[in-house]
């Protein structure tokens, strides 16, 4: 019997709400009182080509702990599991474009040949006019970035479109980050 | 020693990120080329979500739990499997879903179509997966509804699908269609689809599933990106 053929991907539609928003539960907050790590949270605002906010885009993460472990059975460690994280957030924008979460700085992450990953979330961006989501990684500003396996596939040039600078709001850490879909600094996706 | 592996989004099925039928997508399609980045633990592992993701409820979509009235329209089951690309069922993935009502109509304060809400019907649902990969789920013949994208637009009757597999680079949002619908070939949604890739979004009607006096039956098998182990050459 032949394979069979992956499912076509289809744009989420501007109601995805109905569907993958839950009103009793904050999907974008990824931590609780007991979570081990930097309490971070992350926001920016999804653009369009003319850099209108998109207030219907889904966006998702996906993040080891504050150790560089993910909850999964891959990762094997040695970095420990922490009880209190999962590591997947889920937002949708609002009227201005913006989504946040709020979670702890992640680990830096083993690669299979041992070199080491920086510190980063894995992103999928989803939207009405969106046929295939986009998928991309984001980095944290404040941290050594040159020797990341990744960002070294990156034109030097578009890198920056993949890093958040930290700020503090009111003794929050804030990593601001925009995904820009479209332009001149349109954010760097990956075919993964 | 292992080594692990997703199968490559196929690019021959997916639908491209420019359709300029689809007029939302000339401002919003990334237009620079992907960068191919070998998958990594971070690409590879994904949210593998439990059994309390769901309430058995939350895959009847006929009924508003605790409620005690019934959506309106024409009863349907829609059921498949899960699938990795080389034919081995997914257990334990999360299947959302989200659809219109049989009027044509979202529960969303966003869908202004001038057709009547239905107090017994929100139209979202999920359930997990079990172990041969089967989801089911009981819900209304969503109705089709007018959209602006061009003169006198209508989206065929569909019902979203999101899906989680082994790794978070098989996700995939898609929608399902109805077989026979006269709307399909006007649809600029589905016809991003590479046209020999489009009967892959259209549902069959299934006898089998369909249960006396209750409700006619629907099966739609959702195949995602696979998960691979290779034994490491050692030497």
Sequence with gaps: MPSPRQTPSQTVGPFFGVGLTRPSQSQHVLVSDRTDGERIRIEGQVLDGVGRPIEDALVEIWQANAHGRYRHPLDTGPAPLDPA????????????????????????????NGAAHAPHVSVTVFARGMLVHAFTRMYFGDDALDTDPALALVDSARRRTLVAERTTKGGLVVYHWDIRLQGERETVFFDA | MNTSSVSK????????????????????????????????????????????????????????????????????????????????PIASALVEVWQANA?????????????????????????????????????????????????????????????????????????????????LPLDPVLGGVPEEARPLLIARYDHDVTEPGTALGYRFDIVLRGSHETPMETR
């Design chain 1, 85 to 112: 994280f999962f590591g997947f957030g889920r937002c949708p924008t609002d009227a201005q474009g913006t989504f946040r979460f709020d979670t702890v700085k992640p680990g830096s992450i083993r690669a299979a």
């Design chain 2, 9 to 88: 989004r196929d690019w021959n099925i997916h639908p491209p990120y420019l359709y300029e039928p689809y007029a939302s997508t000339v401002r919003r399609s990334p237009r620079k080329a992907l960068v191919p980045l070998e998958p990594s633990l971070s690409e590879l592992t994904g949210p593998a979500f439990g059994p309390d993701a769901v309430r058995p409820e939350d895959a009847d979509l006929t009924r508003i739990p605790g409620g005690a009235g019934q959506a309106i329209g024409q009863r349907i089951y829609v059921t498949g499997r899960v699938l990795e690309d080389d034919g081995r």
């Design chain 2, 103 to 183: 009027a044509g109509r979202y529960f969303h304060d966003v869908d202004r179509h001038d057709a009547p809400l239905d107090p017994n019907f929100t139209g979202g649902g999920r359930c997990m997966t079990n172990e041969r990969g089967e989801y089911r789920f009981m819900t209304v013949h969503p109705g089709a509804y007018p959209w602006t994208n061009h003169h006198n637009a209508w989206r065929p009757s569909h019902i979203h699908f999101s899906l989680f597999g082994n790794a978070f680079i098989s996700r995939l949002v898609t929608q399902m269609y109805f077989p026979g619908d006269p709307l």
